[in-house]
């Protein structure tokens, strides 16, 4: 018999369900990302050049990891709980537990002795292990996305939700943190042996534990409201097994695609200066700005107003059918390199305080404002292009041909943004090795080296020609119901 199938979206609490896995799996892992890089090199007393080559792995093993996991999702076979569903839960209790650990170092490294061995394998031991749990999870959460989600309206609305956590998660990752920053005694001396460090020791495990706790809750969450039953009925059941040779040759396809090659090298770049921004924001605060006290409480009002407002103002831009989505785009990057620019008016040390703060406003705020808005431009034209590509494939199922290449597409994507925060963190780590990660021009010039990453992936950007406007997919989309044979139950 024939059975119509409507495009499958997103709506109410599935919606609600497949974001927060994502706003779960975010806020820890970018407690990690923020904070790691500030706890062992100013706490620990680890060498900046051993933590950032520590994270640096961690962040390519990722990429790596992601394309093996996306490939591993495109090829698993669908059974009693989905298809992509199942690797939620596999990679979760190595995720927890390093989630934990990480804040609980055995070893402090000596005062006279930065470059303690011991100190340094565990941190890259534990770091490594969280990575890969962690991207198997992601891998699985994202490639799921072009299957659930397959109009543009609605993609829109997994971005703006997804956009939000984000932000949320990003204020209540740098919140506490900075909380505990404003009742040290001395927010620039805060290694393991004086008192401020021993404030940071017992505070940091706590909230890592909380933290991970609702990591837990909110995946689990996801697992249960996404439904995968679909692939039974609309996907080929008998898959056949692919071979070493035959899983790399598919995780080659999307770096073939001279296209999507643009928009990965858009999100490489991209992804450098956030991790920047990331690895600096609270030495800047410390070292350049001399925030004390409650100093601190400035950068999380900043936070809060200007990504929200940001985030406000791009989403009602983008609600404008008529602008095109690179466009828009490449306007938001634009406004990340000009506040990145602005930054070297910091260098300047007869700014009065009053100047200074107006200026912080202005640039962090922007940068941050503009960082967590490329979301809701990034995913649907990514997801976009996995449609331009399965439509080159010789497959009247479109859901099938996307099913196969969501995987290996995005896995890609994660591949370049993990490189490319990688190549940040090593960047940053030698410029601030020794007494350079206590010095403000050098802080300050790391920062402005962002407008550069952000000029270039906006370079890019406006090579990526769309084939047809993003509106009319969905209209054939939504106006062609696909119609399917299937067997008489």
Not at 290 to 315: A, D, H, Q, V
Not at 423 to 445: C, K, R
Not at 455 to 480: A, V, Y
């Amino acid at each position: 018999m024939s059975e119509i199938i409507q495009p499958r979206e997103l709506h109410g609490t599935k919606l609600f369900g497949y974001s927060v896995g994502f706003f779960g799996l975010f806020l820890t892992n970018l407690l990690i990302s923020v904070f790691a890089f500030q706890f062992y090199v100013y706490t620990v007393n680890l060498n900046s050049l051993l933590v950032s080559i520590g994270i640096a792995i961690r962040l390519i093993l990722a990429a790596v990891f992601s394309i093996i996991f996306g490939v591993m999702t495109d090829n698993k076979k669908p059974g009693r709980f989905g298809k992509r569903r199942p690797f939620l839960i596999y990679g979760l209790p190595i995720w927890v537990l390093t989630s934990i650990l990480i804040w609980l170092p055995p070893w402090y490294c000596p005062k006279n002795n930065s470059i303690f061995l011991p100190t340094a394998i565990y941190f890259c031991v534990v770091i490594i292990l969280n990575s890969i749990s962690g991207t198997l999870i992601l891998t699985a959460h994202i490639s799921m996305l072009p299957e659930q989600s397959q109009t543009h309206n609605n993609r829109k609305s997994v971005a703006s939700m997804n956009t939000l956590f984000t932000i949320i998660a990003s204020i209540l990752a740098t919140l506490l943190p900075l909380i505990i920053q404003s009742i040290l005694e001395d927010p620039t001396a805060v290694k393991w042996w004086e008192p401020s460090g021993k404030v940071l020791l017992f505070y940091m495990p706590l909230i890592s534990i909380a933290f991970a706790i609702f990591g837990v809750i909110s995946l689990i969450l996801t697992f249960f409201s996404v439904d995968e039953s679909f692939h039974n009925t609309s996907l080929d059941t008998e898959m056949k097994k692919k071979s070493i040779l035959a899983t790399f040759q598919q995780m080659v396809i999307p770096a073939k695609d001279k296209k999507y090659r643009k928009y990965l090298a858009v999100r490489y770049f991209n992804s450098i200066g956030g991790r920047i921004l990331g690895i600096l924001v609270i030495p800047f605060l410390a070292f350049v700005l001399r925030f004390k006290g409650n100093e601190f409480y400035i950068y999380i009002l900043i936070s809060i107003f200007c990504k929200f407002g940001w985030f406000f103002i791009w989403k009602k831009i983008l609600e404008k059918e008529k602008q095109s989505l690179i466009k828009m785009y490449s306007l938001c990057i634009v406004s990340s390199i000009i506040a990145s620019f602005l930054e070297v008016f910091f260098l300047i040390n007869i700014l009065s305080y009053e100047f200074k703060m107006i200026l912080f406003v202005i640039t962090i705020g922007t940068v941050l404002g503009s960082i967590y808005s490329f979301r809701l431009f990034a995913t649907p034209l990514s997801a976009i292009l996995i449609y331009e590509a399965a439509d080159k494939v010789e497959n009247n199922d479109k859901d099938k041909a996307v099913s196969e290449l969501s995987g290996s597409y995005l896995g890609i994507m994660s591949f370049m943004m993990s490189v490319g925060q990688a190549s940040a963190t090593v960047m940053v780590g030698i410029f601030l090795m020794g007494p350079n990660s206590e010095n403000p021009t050098i802080i300050t010039l790391c920062l402005c080296s962002m407008g550069i990453f952000y000029l270039i992936s906006m370079l890019i950007l406006g090579r990526i020609k769309i084939e047809r406007s993003i509106f009319d997919i969905d209209t054939t989309i939504e106006s062609k119901k696909i119609s399917r044979t299937v067997a008489p139950v």
